[in-house]
């Protein structure tokens, strides 16, 4: 099995930064894809920002400039740095990975549990 847990969600002023995390346990050998997935309420779940086991990534053009994302390959954790956060960012935020390889077989996509991200002053 394989399990990703997120952390780094909170309440944070407009022009503030948050952090976010995931991590993926369990057995595995790789993970092709990790990304960040957003869904505000009465909208549509958008990609965030994604990134390749080589580091390659791609970022939704409403975050580009302020978010950043990054991972650990050995650690199976992918990062997302939100700076100059702006009260549509609102969302609760979920943390997705694709590709997973395992000792025998790939993995269906994992998604984490979510977590909310509210900009507010």
């Known amino acids: 099995q394989v399990r990703l847990v997120e952390s780094g969600g909170g309440l944070v002023q407009p022009g503030g930064s948050l952090r976010l995390a995931c991590a993926a346990s369990?057995?595995?050998?790789?993970?092709?894809?990790m990304g960040w997935y957003r869904q505000a309420p009465g909208k549509e779940r958008e990609l965030v920002a994604a990134i390749t086991s080589g580091g390659s990534t791609k970022y939704a053009d409403s975050v580009k400039g302020r978010f950043t994302i990054s991972r650990d390959n050995a650690k199976n954790t992918v990062y997302l740095q939100m700076n100059s956060l702006k009260p549509e960012d609102t969302a609760v935020y979920y943390c997705?990975?694709?590709?997973?390889?395992?000792?025998?077989?790939?993995?269906?996509?994992?998604w984490g549990q979510g977590t909310l991200v509210t900009v507010s002053s």
């Open positions: 997705n990975a694709d590709g997973i390889v395992g000792a025998t077989f790939i993995y269906l996509p994992v």
């Open positions: 369990g057995s595995i050998f790789s993970i092709n894809v």
